[in-house]
């Protein structure tokens, strides 16, 4: 069976970008830990130029992602965007958001919601916008 990351790397080679500084592939899981099966993001980012926008979607350890990026929290001041999977982790991903000087916003459901319904046997999945405070943009669609 073809993993996600070998496609990705196919992926990347097909657009031109596998040697593209800005784009790195691990075989590991993001964390708030380093070890043989999982690294943090501050690891991951150590050798980049720090990175403008950061994606977060792990179903369920956004918190834990978010633990092992405190370096580029602090210094990189990326903005973030964060799909959360329950009312808890949101909340804590906007307190800890907070703490380290973000502004977070939630991103409403897309129009057609309200038409075609989320088919996922989930209770909650929403997206957060991060970013630091003194850098707000209009973002067309977020509410504050």
Not at 33 to 44: A, K
Not at 50 to 59: A, L, S, T
Not at 102 to 110: G, K, S
Request: proline content about 6%.
């Amino acid at each position: 069976m073809d993993s996600a990351r070998s496609r990705l790397l196919r992926n990347l080679a097909f657009n031109g970008y596998e040697e593209d500084g800005r784009v790195s592939a691990s075989a590991k899981f993001v964390a708030s830990r380093d070890d043989l099966r999982n690294c943090t993001l501050d690891s991951l980012c150590a050798d980049l130029q720090w990175p403008y926008f950061v994606k977060i979607e792990v179903d369920g350890s956004e918190v834990e992602v978010l633990r092992g990026s405190e370096k580029t929290l602090q210094a990189g001041r990326p903005a973030w965007l964060i799909e959360t999977h329950s009312a808890d982790l949101e909340m804590e991903c906007v307190k800890m958001l907070g703490t380290l000087g973000y502004l977070t916003q939630v991103i409403p459901n897309a129009w057609y919601r309200t038409v075609i319904p989320e088919t996922r046997p989930i209770p909650h999945n929403r997206w957060l916008f991060a970013e630091p405070r003194g850098c707000e943009r209009p973002v067309s669609g977020v509410r504050k």
